[in-house]
């Protein structure tokens, strides 16, 4: 794009939005006006593939934190505060980095050109709806600016009404384009802003096609069921718009998809390689859609079908894993105490194994005002059963809800372990002969201490709180691929016939000697039935693969040759994951620093089999680097490796290590 220009503009939004993502400007021309809608440079500021990036792409949209958030509203914003209000916030007086689309139009609204250009901006003011409306009929500075949007946006609401036909939303613009009597207030600044944007949208997305490359387009046109809006790789246009082809470019804070699009725009017009391909575009708008169609389902009043309102003694037990479902009547009820139907659902959930881990961070972390203190102990005092548990959790808080990482360090004290952990000004320590389990305990009194939930000083075990496993259905793909089984086959219908969500089936696995058929399911989604029924297959059809492996050991020996390609073929992690599965041996990663805060991370990972340990220690920027260090010595320990392929730690471990034939068989 060149070298960067300077930009002014103003921003339109409700005057209690905290994430200005956008903003426009006018320019009167001879021929006509030059439009500059400036929109944060989001993509300059979270790669892909960053923390910020993967926390977003989980989000996919923020629900109540943009423009059009109303006061009281649930509020969870795709990127983190310090992005979305912050760094990326188009605030006045402060110099901001943007992209700006800039259009000129001729008198009759017509493009005449339009270019995208990565520029330094700052903002001329932040106006409210009604600041705007005053401004466009009072004498201010500002004011022949805003009179020259508004009749730049009565054109273009004006060629598009002549060619699409009047759209099925309010508009402070009549059907030729003159202002309507009696509008609400604010309605003519949503509609100029929303002509600005439709307007650099379509400009934008002609700049992607120029330069063919695939992009996430909006698509909304005639289907079964009535006019239903998606986001697709394919370009099938967008009816209501009046738009061949479009794409939402204008809001890359609150939308993932539109922050993916973003970066292809400036790729496109920097004459860059494409940032992506379909493939990897696709599970995009996968998730763009359903996180759409969440949003709108939130939004809905309570007590439409799948949501009973309120009034009712007891609600009926909810669908395994469907959280959704499970937050919605939690909202619902007001309140989490042991006590009230709400909270004997959780109960039974945390009893059946029917939470997940982000569902328990949710519980600590996110929803203080319903879940009462005794409620957040029990939860904790039951993970004292299984502490390893709480580093998952921890971070499903930092994903999901802004909670801050952690860092942690476990030490030799005698013949125990004492692990500290340390979180946003709170601490957790913890004493215990096995380290992992003195990680997970220093977690969860940080957890304690983070929440403000009294723990006794001595953590006793509590009963245990067993964990659904929300990627079961991922783990049963990758199980009968391993096996070489054929499947999974799910078949799951919809069996709502017009009542409530329903989703009942089962998922069937075939072998040569072998046929699995789980037990019928039943959840409110279809995402929940697969994971449901994905949970008993993986319950039923582990200790079956376990005991072949186990036989092929026996026989055949370890199997070598999955270490042997590790460094051509697999990263070295998922290589010693493979080979410990395939050979029946234990691994796991024992933490000794974790701090984000200097990049700097240390571990120690284990291979345990008949009694005989091997240990290597990995260091690195990140959590994964340190592990993969660690898996790459263990490597060529196992292998024997020699020279520059065996690193010091690897050579001395070969020293003191039993054979690898020897120490599998010893099983």
Same mark, same amino acid.
């Given at each position: 794009m060149g070298n960067r220009t300077a930009v002014q503009g103003m921003t339109v939004d409700p005057a209690w939005a905290r994430e200005l993502d956008d903003a426009i400007w006018v320019d009167r021309l001879p021929r006509g006006y030059r439009a500059t809608v400036s929109i944060a440079d989001v993509a300059g500021m979270v790669p892909a593939g960053s923390i910020d990036d993967m926390i977003a792409a989980a989000r996919?949209?923020?629900?109540?934190?943009?423009a059009s958030a109303e006061p009281g509203a649930r509020k969870e914003g795709m990127l983190i505060p310090q992005i979305a209000r912050g760094a990326a916030s188009l605030l006045p007086g402060r110099s901001r980095s943007v992209v700006a689309h800039i259009t000129e139009f001729s008198l009759d609204g017509a493009p005449l050109s339009h270019r995208l250009a990565r520029a330094s901006f700052r903002s001329r003011a932040k106006l409210s709806h009604e600041d705007f409306e005053s401004i466009f009929l009072g004498d201010d500075a500002l004011s022949p600016t805003v009179r020259d949007a508004v009749t730049l946006a009565s054109l273009l609401w004006r060629r598009r009404v002549a060619s699409a036909g009047l759209p099925d939303w309010e508009s402070a613009f009549d059907a030729d384009g003159h202002l309507r009597e009696g509008c609400p207030a604010g309605l003519l600044a949503q509609s100029v802003v929303h002509e600005f944007m439709v307007a650099a949208n379509t400009c934008a997305t002609r700049v992607v096609r120029l330069a063919r490359m695939p992009m996430i387009y909006r698509n909304q046109g005639p289907r079964e069921g009535g006019p239903v809006g998606r986001y697709e790789t394919a370009c099938h246009g967008h009816d209501r718009l009046g738009e061949p082809a479009y794409g939402q470019f204008t809001s890359p804070i609150r939308r993932y998809t539109d922050l993916v699009n973003q970066r292809i725009a400036c790729a496109a017009a920097e004459r860059a390689d494409a940032p992506y391909d379909e493939v990897s575009l696709a599970p995009v708008c996968a998730e763009g859609n359903r996180a759409v169609q969440a949003a709108e389902a939130e939004a809905r009043p309570r007590g439409l079908a799948g949501h009973p309102g309120p009034g009712r003694a007891a609600d009926p037990p909810l669908p395994c894993l469907d959280s959704i479902a499970f937050r919605w009547a939690a909202r619902r009820s007001g309140t989490l105490a042991p006590e009230t139907a709400c909270g004997r659902e959780v109960q039974r959930r945390a009893r059946d194994g029917l939470l997940t881990h982000d569902d328990v961070a949710w519980l600590l972390f996110a929803c203080a005002d319903i879940a009462p203190a005794e409620v957040r102990a029990g939860i904790l005092h039951r993970l004292t059963a299984n502490p390893a548990e709480m580093a998952r959790i921890w971070r499903c808080g930092t994903a999901s809800h802004c909670l801050p990482p952690y860092d942690a360090w476990t030490r030799p004290a005698g013949g125990d372990w004492v692990a500290s952990a340390i979180s946003g000004g709170h601490a957790g320590e913890a004493r215990d002969r096995d380290p992992v389990r003195a990680r997970g305990l220093a977690l969860i009194r940080l957890a304690a201490a983070a929440t403000g939930v009294g723990l006794p000083a001595h953590l006793q075990e509590g009963k245990g709180l067993v964990l659904a496993d929300a990627l079961a259905k991922a783990r049963l793909v990758s199980l009968c691929r391993f096996m070489g089984w054929g499947g999974p086959d799910f078949l799951i219908v919809d069996r709502s016939a017009g009542g409530p969500p329903h989703f009942g089936g089962h998922v069937e696995v075939a072998a040569e000697t072998f046929g699995y058929r789980s037990p019928v399911v039943h959840a409110s989604s279809l995402r929940s039935a697969s994971a449901a029924a994905s949970a008993l297959a993986l319950a039923a059809l582990n200790p079956y693969a376990d005991c072949l492996l186990q036989d092929n050991l026996r026989r055949y020996g370890p199997d070598i040759s999955i270490l042997e390609g590790e460094h051509t073929?697999?990263?070295?992690?998922? +290589?010693? /994951?493979?080979?410990?599965?395939?050979?029946?041996? !234990?691994?796991r990663c024992v933490w000794f620093a974790e701090m984000a805060s200097s990049k700097r991370f240390e571990c120690a990972l284990e291979v345990s089999a008949g009694g005989n340990t091997l240990r290597a220690l990995g260091a690195g920027a990140h959590r994964m680097e340190?592990?993969?260090?660690?898996?790459?010595?263990? +490597?060529? /320990?196992?292998?024997?490796?020699?020279?520059?392929? !065996?690193?010091?730690?690897a050579r001395e471990l070969q020293k003191e290590i039993t054979r690898p034939a020897e120490m599998c068989m010893a099983m």
């Open positions: 996919g949209l923020s629900c109540g934190a943009g073929v697999q990263r070295p992690l998922a +290589a010693l /994951a493979d080979f410990c599965r395939h050979n029946g041996a !234990a691994h340190a592990m993969e260090t660690a898996a790459r010595d263990l +490597a060529g /320990a196992l292998l024997g490796y020699g020279g520059p392929r !065996a690193s010091g730690v």
